[in-house]
Structures are given as structure tokens and as C-alpha cells.
């Protein structure tokens, strides 16, 4: 199915001033995208009114805050465009045809399902999402403040787990994304600058929450007997990075483990494990990204190669 129209999602929290400046962005954008959706997460500090002053805005609320994974999962269900690009409230496209370069992407790689952009952080440092390489390739992941997803994929076929509240999501949506036979594929020539506040940002938090989705989503997409090594594995990878940054994060590392423990029986409920050969493929994904050639990318995912025979 061609992809023809585009809608731009955004979750946001309390950061008003970043919006808005997000939003000055994205209406200079030629051509414009079809919509542009905005979640307030429970926000109090008058961004609703604010977004007044912006056309083709349509806005929804949590009461409360509910989570960054909650509020894109809400947004990416109610977009109309055939590709669903995701931004953060911090994040904008640096170039002016954004949208058309991302259809043409999309037309151009049936393969693909997810697509990354290069994130710009400010005085022009380039991130890359993880494991990515500097040209373009098939990756394991991919950022919400610069990237988009096929809207025929998200809802039935994948989805987000609203149980992560915050972080993890996009590893675990390309990993159903690879299971179901799409491909995640970066794209440096498309380009977003994400100014990166640190307004609610807390590193150890972000860290918890990293490690304790990260192991939930071995228990629902990790198939058996390899579950335990795995999560075993990453685990004792998180611990290390723990101890990388100083005892004080070490004497607080049994709090996700306790979270973990808490939600388990919730990710049980919800396991739906994918093949291993799928799994390993693209835990492998992560240090050693595949170029950009079709075949490569067969070989290792068949079963992207089994949808497209179908298509």
C-alpha cells in the first residue's frame, strides 16, 4: 500500500516553552503534514491554550499523567496518515520538505516498516539511535523524537506495551515489527534537531525504567528455553552499567528489580514470544547493523522476505 500522507504525533509533559518552539518548526513545513496530534500527559502548565495559536493542531488529555508509552499509544491509534512520524516535545525536522522526503522513503522501502532519522543535538552534535551505523542500514531500534512508523503496522499487528509507562518501547515495537516481517531501516540523509531540554529528566530514573522494561520484554517476546541466559544476561549488563557510574548507582539498583518482580505476572499475561532465530537476529542487530541491501536484510529476517512474496 503507498504511502501518501503523513501525521506528526507528539506526547509532552509540562514543558510549554519546548512545544512551542516545536510547533513554530513544524509549521514551516512544505508540504505541511496531513495532522499534527498532541497528547497533553496530565499537563498543568497552560500548553493546551497555547496550542490555540497553532492551526492543524488536534489535542487529547490525560487527567493524570499516564506515561509517555501510554500517550504515543493513544496518538498512534487515532492517527489518520498512512505513516505516523513521532516526535518529542523537544524535537523538530531540520529541513523544510520533511514530509515528502519521508513518503518518498516509505514508497521506496516496502521492506521497511520503521524508519529512523538522524537526531542533531545541539552545537551540532550527531546521535545516532544505538548500534546504528553512519550510513544507512537496518537497525534494532529506533528514536520516538526522530522516527516514524507505518500506520497499517501499529494496533493489531504491533503495538506498544502500556504497562512500560516510560522508556523501552521503540526496542520492543521494532522487535515485533522484525517478528511480524518489516524491517527497521535508518535514514541519515533525513535529518531532526532535538534540542534535548533537561527539564524531567533524572538519569537514574531513566536508567530503572530502561532495565526494568527491557526485562519485561524478554519475558513477553523471548521464546523458551533461552528466556532465563537472556534475561539473566541483561541483567548483569545493567548491573555493570550501574557500577560504571559510582556506588551510590549500585545500592539503588535492587528498585527496578523489585518493579520488574511487581509487573511480572502482567508481562506473563501478555507474552506472545517470537521465533529465536527472529529474537537472536536481532538482539545481533544491535552491534552489528545490516547495510542497506534487501538480501542482507532476507537472510537474516526470511520472514521479511515470506511478507513481501505475499504482498
Not at 5 to 18: F, P
Not at 53 to 82: K, Q, T
Not at 186 to 215: D, W
Request: with cysteine; proline share 7%.
Amino acid at each position: 500500500m503507498s504511502v501518501t500522507s503523513v501525521s506528526i504525533v507528539i506526547a509532552t509533559l509540562n514543558r510549554r516553552e519546548d512545544l512551542r518552539a516545536t510547533m513554530h518548526e513544524l509549521q514551516k513545513l512544505n508540504p505541511a503534514p496531513l495532522e499534527i496530534l498532541v497528547c497533553l500527559d496530565g499537563s498543568t502548565d497552560g500548553s493546551r491554550e497555547m496550542l490555540h495559536e497553532f492551526d492543524n493542531v488536534r489535542v487529547i488529555e490525560n487527567e493524570e499523567p499516564s506515561g509517555s508509552v501510554f500517550s504515543r499509544d493513544r496518538l498512534f491509534r487515532m492517527a489518520s496518515g498512512d505513516l505516523i512520524v513521532s516526535l518529542d516535545d523537544d524535537s523538530a525536522p531540520m529541513q523544510v520538505d520533511f514530509v515528502s522526503r519521508v513518503i518518498e522513503l516509505a514508497n521506496n522501502h516496502p521492506e521497511a516498516g520503521v524508519f529512523a532519522f538522524r537526531e542533531i543535538r545541539p552545537a551540532g552534535r550527531d546521535d545516532r539511535p544505538f548500534g546504528a551505523p553512519e550510513s544507512k542500514g537496518y537497525i534494532a531500534s529506533y528514536p520516538n523524537c526522530a522516527g516514524a512508523v507505518r500506520a497499517s503496522l501499529y494496533g493489531d499487528v504491533a503495538s506498544y506495551p502500556t504497562l512500560f509507562f516510560h522508556m523501552y518501547e521503540e526496542p520492543d515495537f521494532c522487535l515485533q515489527s522484525y517478528a511480524t516481517g518489516y524491517g527497521v531501516l535508518f535514514e541519515p540523509s533525513i535529518k531532526v534537531l532535538h534540542r534535548y531540554t533537561s527539564v524531567g529528566r533524572n538519569l537514574i530514573r531513566r536508567h530503572h525504567q530502561h532495565a526494568r522494561n527491557e526485562a519485561l520484554s524478554i519475558i513477553m517476546r523471548c521464546p523458551m528455553p533461552h528466556l532465563p541466559w537472556v534475561l539473566a544476561y541483561r541483567g548483569i549488563r545493567q548491573l555493570a552499567y550501574a557500577v560504571s557510574n559510582g556506588p551510590s548507582w549500585v545500592i539503588r539498583e535492587p528498585q527496578w528489580w523489585w518493579r520488574f518482580l511487581s509487573q511480572f505476572h502482567i508481562a506473563w499475561q501478555q507474552r506472545r514470544p517470537v521465533d529465536w532465530k527472529t529474537y537472536w537476529a536481532w538482539i545481533r542487530l544491535a552491534r552489528n547493523p545490516l547495510p542497506p541491501e534487501e538480501e542482507v536484510l532476507f537472510a537474516s529476517f526470511p520472514v521479511v522476505a515470506s511478507r513481501l512474496s505475499r504482498s
